[in-house]
């Protein structure tokens, strides 16, 4: 083996390793999305459609009723855009409203809301300004959410009351020059005194959200690991009073959400207390992964505020302008712009709300789904706001419209957090670990047939159980029934696909991220439709049956599901018929080539 592929072994065997560790802490229940994978529908975390209790829903009324008034008040989108600054009056408003405690625990002066009811807040401020959006969940969400999860008892009571109150602002500082979506790549140093009393960091972080207005900041920095020659990153609590903290730039100059102030900071021998180490020593991606999984919940909120918003625009201006004698929304190309929108907004609702659920039911486990619905909501919103934007012609390109500054402002959502082809790899490699493991287990266990044959027996079942038999998809609503068996349908279908993958591929399928998009693909339609479907389905119950069968919710409702399967089938179909070769011949080309066609 040449020392090239061998280092390229090592590495995917320490990032598998790292992986393991970080994603398979210790038995769980089957999730929704991984259960997808076995052919299985796991109903109970879907439906019935998860709803905010009657008591939390009163105060969640109250509370969106007192924010709604403050945001048509207060908040200028537009001005925070020009002027790259969120004012100091919105951000004091939004604290004495609450949204900072929305999530965080009574005894810190939180209010204990649940990720339902939060995510109701993040989409109403989703709606008017993803500069403040992003703000919010960088403080509620991401900052503060580190302490809430990781702070010992001690830590809490010191940091979060200020955080909760909105008196100190908070960061989440992990990327750095080498480390972007190789999170695992940081190369920040915390070396021990001698003493062992704190930590000296050494290194650079960019891109930093609030980074230099933030008097709370989680970063992430690497450790000796104690008795060996490794380091691991560990998360710390940082200061900016601390000494050798240096703001290297405030607000580095962008094209969108320019209202967040995002920071370069560097970190020059800052000794920090080794009280301020934020859980285990060494353990820092797993407090990162964690705390970065809460704030994808939020961004499918906030996504969604913009996308009814794009949709409600499109709308306005469809009715609006006349061309030809018509109005846009008479044409049947605006039509389709619009149902598709409708569609998408509907889907990207039901998804955040059911994601939101499982944190508020206690799954420990949800790193698959929320990472489906922080590429489906980004995706979805891209499209939104592309098609409204298509809707309103010209007009749309001056600034004084919004549609020009929420392009800009959604750009970003396809790229942080975890950019989505990273996720997208991530979220069908997680997947196939099940079936994987059933496989080698299957493999294993028909080695020793006379010994193991009961395992095998169940195993073998287990396989041709689902690769026969549709699963079950529970609806109230028999009007519904069809598309239900539709679903079971479909997921009989991936599991048959995603079985054959990793017969085809086997450990290779590690590296074939064609493979691991469609199949990443499928799974997301098929845990958009789930989340459609059971909305779909509380809503025809709710109305009973004096509903109306031309509400425009259902219409949408269907066309996502018709438009998610053939999407999905298209995935499937495309694991057999498809350009990969090509492409890997040519982009191999016109990578060795410099940009050139030859
Ligand atoms: C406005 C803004 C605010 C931010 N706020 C914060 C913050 O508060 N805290 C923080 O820590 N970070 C923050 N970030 C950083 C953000 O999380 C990173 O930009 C993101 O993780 C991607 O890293 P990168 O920019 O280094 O891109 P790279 O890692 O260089 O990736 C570039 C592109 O390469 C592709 N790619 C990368 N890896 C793979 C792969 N394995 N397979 C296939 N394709 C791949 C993807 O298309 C990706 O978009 C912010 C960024 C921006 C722009």
Not at 66 to 76: A, G, N, S, T, Y
Not at 90 to 116: C, E, H, K, W, Y
Not at 254 to 269: E, H, N, P, Q, S
Request: net charge neutral; glycine share 8%.
């Amino acid at each position: 083996m040449s020392s090239s592929k061998s280092r390229e072994q090592a590495e995917r065997e320490k990032q598998i390793r790292d992986a393991d560790e970080l994603l398979f802490s210790g038995p769980q229940k089957l999730g929704v999305g991984k259960g997808l994978f076995l052919g299985r529908f796991v109903a109970d975390w879907v439906m019935p459609y998860p709803q905010i209790p009657q008591v939390e829903q009163a105060e969640l009324d109250t509370s969106l009723e007192r924010l709604r008034k403050f945001l048509d008040e207060h908040l200028d989108a537009a001005a925070i855009d020009r002027q790259a600054d969120i004012p100091r009056e919105v951000i004091d408003g939004l604290a004495r409203l609450g949204v900072f405690a929305m999530t965080a625990p009574l005894d810190v002066g939180g209010r204990n809301f649940s990720q339902r009811a939060y995510c109701k807040v993040m989409e109403e401020i989703g709606s008017r300004c993803a500069s403040t959006a992003i703000f919010v969940n960088v403080q509620s969400s991401v900052g503060m959410r580190a302490l809430v999860l990781f702070g010992t008892p001690e830590q809490k009571r010191r940091w979060l009351p200020a955080l909760v109150s909105g008196e100190k602002l908070a960061a989440f500082a992990l990327t750095e020059p080498e480390a972007g979506s190789d999170a695992a790549n940081v190369q920040t140093t915390a070396r021990p005194s001698a003493d062992g009393s704190h930590y000296i960091l050494n290194g650079e972080k960019r891109y930093i959200t609030s980074g230099a207005i933030a008097q709370v900041l989680t970063v992430m920095a690497r450790t000796p690991v104690p008795g060996k020659e490794e380091t691991a990153i560990t998360a710390f609590i940082v200061t900016p009073d601390m000494p050798g903290f240096t703001v290297v730039e405030p607000r580095m100059e962008k094209l969108g959400v320019r209202g967040t102030a995002t920071a370069r900071l560097a970190f020059r021998d800052m000794p920090v207390p080794k009280e301020n180490i934020l859980g285990t020593p060494g353990k820092g991606l797993k407090v990162a992964l964690t705390v970065l999984d809460f704030g994808r919940v939020t961004f499918g909120a906030s996504c969604t505020g913009a996308a009814k918003t794009c949709l409600r625009l499109a709308v306005q201006h469809a009715t609006g302008r006349r061309q030809f004698g018509r109005t846009l929304g008479e044409f049947e190309l605006t039509k389709k712009k619009i149902a598709r929108m409708a569609a998408g907004a509907y889907a990207m609702e039901a998804m955040t709300n059911v994601t939101a659920s499982l944190i508020d039911r206690g799954f420990e486990d949800y790193m698959l789904e929320t990472a489906m619905l922080k590429v489906f909501s980004t995706e979805a919103l891209w499209m939104l706001v592309s098609e409204a934007f298509q809707v309103h012609g010209g007009a749309a390109y001056f600034t004084d419209k919004p549609l020009e500054r929420m392009l800009r402002d959604a750009r970003i959502n396809q790229i942080g957090e975890g950019a989505n082809e990273v996720l997208t790899s991530f979220l069908a490699l997680v997947g196939m670990r099940g079936p994987g493991q059933q496989f080698q287990q299957l493999q294993e266990a028909l080695r020793h047939p006379w010994g193991e044959w009961r395992r095998a027996w169940v195993l073998g079942l287990d396989r041709l159980g689902a690769a026969v038999r549709s699963p079950e998809v529970p609806v109230r609503s028999e009007s519904l029934r069809a598309h239900a068996d539709r679903l079971g349908d479909h997921i009989r279908r991936f599991n048959i696909e995603v079985n054959r993958a990793l017969i085809r591929h086997r450990e290779e399928i590690l590296d074939r991220q064609y493979v691991q998009e469609r199949i990443a693909r499928a799974a997301m339609e098929l845990f958009a439709s789930a989340c459609v479907l059971s909305r779909w389905d509380s809503e025809l119950q709710a109305a009973g049956s004096g509903g109306d069968p031309g509400d425009a919710r259902f219409g949408a409702a269907e066309l996502f599901l018709r438009g998610s399967f053939r999407r999905m089938r298209r995935s499937l179909a495309e694991m057999h018929d498809n350009d990969d070769d090509a492409v890997t011949a040519i982009a191999n080309r016109v990578l060795r080539h410099g940009g050139e066609l030859r």
